[in-house]
Structures are given as C-alpha cells and as structure tokens.
C-alpha cells in the first residue's frame, strides 16, 4: 500500500500493484503537507497548511482525532513508537507528566474519548515542526501537548530521530541543524551555516552513525557525529 497526500486537501490510499485509489480521506481544509503511517499499519497521521494534525484509522474514511498543533503551515512530522517512546515518557522533562494522580487522569481522558484504531495510550508521541519556527511534541492518541522546544530562526522544515532514541534533529531555513538532548528537554548542539540556503531535510543514518542533510543549495551533506 501506498499513501499520498496533496494540494487538493486529500490523502489518498493506493493499491501499489494495480494502481487502484481504496480510499480518499478527506478532513484538512488546506493543503496536505505530510503524512505518516505508525508502525500498527492502523494509524494514519497527517499534517497540513490549516496548522492542524489529523490521526486516521486506516480503515476509515472519517478522522479519528483532529487538533490544532501550530500557528502557522507545519512542515514536519516524526512519530515516536516502542521502546522509544517509553524512553521519552521516562525522560526528565516529561517523567512527572505521567505519574501518579496526573497518569490516571490522562488514561480517563483516553477511555472517554475513545481510541479505537490507535493503540496503547503510552505508545506513541509525535514531534511536530512549523513555520512558526517550534518544535512540539504531542501525546498522539489524545493530541495533548507536553511541550515546546525553542531555538530555531525561521521555519523548522524536517525532523529526525537517533537510533538510541536520545536525540533529536531539527533543520531549519534558519540554515541550521540542531541537535535535542530527549532526556533533558533543551538543545544539546546547534550547527549554524550547515548550508548555504535553507536546509529542507535531514535524516540520521544509524548503520554509519552520520547524518544526512540537503537544503536548497542543491547541496547534500553528510556529518559526523561521534560525541553524540
């Protein structure tokens, strides 16, 4: 199966062998910039120009959940699954967010919402980046926001994780890349004048242990990161 997602407001699910269109999800009233599928092969996200985020089943034309992330386009997506995401739930800046009284009452929320097609409450997180130069990170099944992670200049366009689950890329028009210490919530390393233009992509490589960006300046390059 593949996804798609367009200018014309749609996402749409195609059948790769025949070219066949199984569905057409419609909900965004703008632009479709990006869309993901978790690692369930259920749960369609999706983000786009109207500055929300939309989680589908894949089995539904209907949105699931549908809450607005940003002030202004959003640019970039990244889910948080698995191991990974108990990591998160266990990192400094976000631990007391989920203990005790505060842990119940978000599982309450959950079970009267409902979340059929989405999984275990503690399973997935989303990073979000915008045009409105932030970071956010969001509770996937409910759409809570847990925080914001501020620095970049200009429009934060692509987002990565390390393979340990520990760090965060960030790249930016700002032609930066930056770099998020997941334990402690704050920047850990900023790479100004990466590129020479704006920087519109960036991906951790865990096999070489380098990461890859490209921007506008029709430029790809690799880095190094040994301290990290």
């Not at 989405?118 to 809570?144: A, M, P």
């Not at 704050?186 to 233009?197: G, L, S, T, W």
């Amino acid at each position: 199966m593949l996804l798609s997602c367009s200018r014309d407001k749609t996402i749409k699910l195609w059948e790769v062998a025949t070219g066949y269109c199984k569905r057409t999800y419609t909900g965004h009233e703008n632009w479709v910039r990006r869309v993901l599928l978790a690692q369930d092969n259920q749960t369609i996200v999706s983000a786009s120009d109207d500055q929300s985020v939309i989680v589908w089943n894949i089995n539904k034309e209907a949105p699931v959940l549908r809450f607005f992330a940003h002030d202004n386009v959003i640019e970039a997506l990244l889910l948080v699954e698995g191991e990974h995401s108990g990591k998160l739930m266990g990192s400094d800046f976000l631990k007391h967010k989920f203990t005790g009284e505060s842990k119940l009452n978000a599982l309450k929320q959950l079970t009267e919402k409902g979340s059929e097609g989405l999984g275990n409450y503690y399973q997935s997180f989303l990073f979000t980046g915008g045009r409105d130069k932030v970071i956010k990170l969001f509770v996937l099944q409910t759409g809570e926001h847990l925080h914001t992670f501020f620095g970049h200049d200009n429009w934060v366009r692509c987002l990565s994780l390390h393979s340990s689950g520990k760090y965060l890329y960030s790249c930016s028009d700002d032609k930066s890349i930056r770099i998020w210490d997941l334990q402690s919530g704050k920047e850990k390393k900023k790479f100004d004048a990466a590129h020479d233009h704006f920087i519109s992509s960036v991906k951790f490589n865990p096999k070489y242990g380098v990461v890859a960006s490209g921007g506008n300046d029709m430029v790809l390059k690799l880095w190094h990161l040994r301290t990290v």
